[in-house]
T-cell receptor, first 117, second 111 residues
Framework: NAGVTQTPKFRVLKTGQSMTLLCAQDMNHEYMYWYRQDPGMGLRLIHY?????TTAKGEVPDGYNVSRLKKQNFLLGLESAAPSQTSVYFCASKLWGQGARGTGELFFGEGSRLTVL | RKEVEQDPGPFNVPEGATVAFNCTYS??????FFWYRQDCRKEPKLLMSVYSSGNEDGRFTAQLNRASQYISLLIRDSKLSDSATYLCVVRASGGSYIPTFGRGTSLIVHP
């Protein structure tokens, strides 16, 4: 089972460049999330989606855009990268409801490490 | 005040020790509570949910105190493999399912 797959896993950008992170899940989950994790800051929500064609802002949305054209994919875009966006980005997904374990568990990808010079 | 607060640690304990972490949350309407585990440079994974009556999974016990708005995680007989960061996660009731993560508590178990 692939679960949640993020690409790319590593990327180095120059300030002002653009890029897109792709998150793909094969579990037919409705909810998908993009978080960033910085040292001492924990996981902070950037954007999320409750279903195909819908997106919403999280805690730290500035400088990012997202799209969910297909249920299984959630894209995170950086239009003009800044050094402050150097971080580890995690995508997560969740089934509508409590899921098989009855926990409302979030499933995470392995992370994408982005450095902006 | 951050919505979910944890002592970052690190908690440095010998093998076999019992260690406990607390996590406080500010939103009294919070409905769901979890502990996730994150190994160094890895993704978070669910350790256990936290139920009102408290729950146990092997060496791990989670408790919820709604009156004081905190949850706890107790680890008995610590193993070297328990070394990780433990993330407290809280979800408010209603609306979309938006979990809020604490900054995590680092645990180091040494021989």
């Amino acid at each position: 089972n692939a679960g949640v797959t993020q690409t790319p896993k590593f990327r180095v950008l120059k300030t002002g460049q653009s890029m897109t992170l792709l998150c793909a899940q094969d579990m037919n989950h409705e909810y998908m999330y993009w978080y960033r994790q910085d040292p001492g800051m924990g996981l902070r929500l950037i954007h999320y989606s409750v279903g195909e064609g819908t997106t919403a802002k999280g805690e730290v949305p500035d400088g990012y855009n997202v799209s969910r054209l297909k249920k299984q994919n959630f894209l995170l875009g950086l239009e003009s990268a800044a050094p402050s966006q150097t971080s580890v980005y995690f995508c997560a997904s969740k089934l509508w409801g409590q899921g098989a374990r009855g926990t409302g568990e979030l499933f995470f990808g392995e992370g994408s490490r982005l450095t902006v010079l | 005040r951050k919505e979910v607060e944890q002592d970052p640690g690190p908690f440095n304990v010998p093998e076999g020790a019992t260690v406990a972490f607390n996590c406080t949350y500010s939103n009294s309407a919070s409905q769901s509570f979890f502990w996730y585990r994150q190994d160094c440079r890895k993704e978070p994974k669910l350790l256990m949910s936290v139920y009102s009556s408290g729950n146990e999974d092997g060496r791990f016990t989670a408790q919820l105190n709604r009156a004081s708005q905190y949850i706890s995680l107790l680890i008995r007989d610590s193993k070297l493999s328990d070394s990780a960061t433990y993330l407290c996660v809280v979800r408010a009731s209603g609306g979309s399912y938006i979990p809020t993560f604490g900054r995590g508590t680092s645990l180091i178990v040494h021989p």
